[in-house]
């Protein structure tokens, strides 16, 4: 059995449930919208946010969305998806970002990021886009930095906007002492809502598309397994319908049941 013979007996034009599904093609869901939306409002309003979720729980999908909507000539977005690099590394990567060359003494790498994003606002006329992805891993240095950075970038003249993505432990640590000074500065706060049953089929229904099936492949009973396994979580369905469909191919169905969604489970859950 191989990935090119699953592809034909299905007849896919590419693999289902990828990562790489361009911006217009993701599925719209309440959750989805809803981080998406509140991540460009940051953006425009130059506000720190956060947005929670679950592990697969597609915020990095919806930062990624986000960007995708912005006007680059007035935009300059940095990515940081490395959380264990401590906080020259934080500072480092902004510098890179902004085509500096890092200083190596803290001392001076930290006005040396906060001038960069200045010159960045003042000469290019664009704003700095910061977005810290698995920000709960952060150790408590580097959130400090950032909030120093905040103190810097924001207290004047709003130079930047800060997006912290992260599990839900990040939210519940930003209320905590020595957080506090940068929870307090949070502007907006989300927690990414799971796909519920509904939304979880024409997220299916959206992937096969892509994946170039517009008909539909999944019984009703398929979703309401899938759905009630992955907790609407989107990578957890998406690993559950790929193994559904390999189930279901094995099988030498066409269509995925309640029983190649069982056989999904079983797998998944051995992992
Ligand atoms: N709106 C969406 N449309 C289509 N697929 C999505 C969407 N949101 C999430 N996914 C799928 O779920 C996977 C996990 O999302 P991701 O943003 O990486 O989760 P998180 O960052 O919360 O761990 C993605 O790789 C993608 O396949
Ligand atoms: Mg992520």
């Known amino acids: 059995m191989s990935i090119e013979s699953i592809r034909s007996h299905y007849g896919f034009t590419r693999a289902p449930f990828g990562k790489d599904i ?84 803290r001392a001076s790498l930290v006005p ?49 906007s800060l997006i912290l993505l992260g599990q839900p432990a990040l939210r519940r640590r930003l209320h905590l002492g020595p957080y506090v000074a940068l929870g307090q500065r949070v502007g907006l706060r989300y927690q990414v809502a799971p796909l519920d049953l509904a939304e979880c089929g024409s997220y299916i229904a959206a992937h096969l598309r892509f994946a170039g099936r517009a008909d539909t492949l999944f019984s009703d009973d398929a979703v309401g397994l899938v759905h009630q396994v992955s907790r609407g979580l989107p990578r957890m369905v998406n690993n559950l319908c790929v193994q559904a469909l390999v189930a279901t191919y094995s099988a030498g169905k066409a269509i995925v049941d309640e029983s190649a969604a069982r056989a999904a489970v079983a797998e998944v859950a051995a992992e």
């Open 22 to 105: 361009p911006p217009q093609a993701l599925h719209g869901h309440r959750g989805h919208a809803e981080a998406t939306a509140r991540i460009s409002y940051c953006i425009s309003e130059k506000m720190i946010g956060v947005v929670t979720g679950e592990c697969g729980s597609g915020k990095t999908v919806a930062a990624r969305a986000a960007i995708s909507g912005l006007d680059a000539s007035r935009h300059t977005t940095i990515y940081l998806g490395t959380p264990g690099v401590g906080l020259r590394g934080l500072y480092g990567s902004i510098v890179a970002g902004l085509g500096g060359v890092p200083r190596f003494h």
């Open 112 to 160: 040396q990021t906060t001038e960069l994003i200045a010159t960045e606002h003042a000469e290019r006329g664009k704003s700095v886009v910061l977005i810290c992805d698995e920000a709960h891993l952060y150790d408590a240095e580097t959130l400090e930095g950032l909030r120093c950075l905040s103190n810097d970038g924001m207290d004047a003249e709003s130079r930047f």
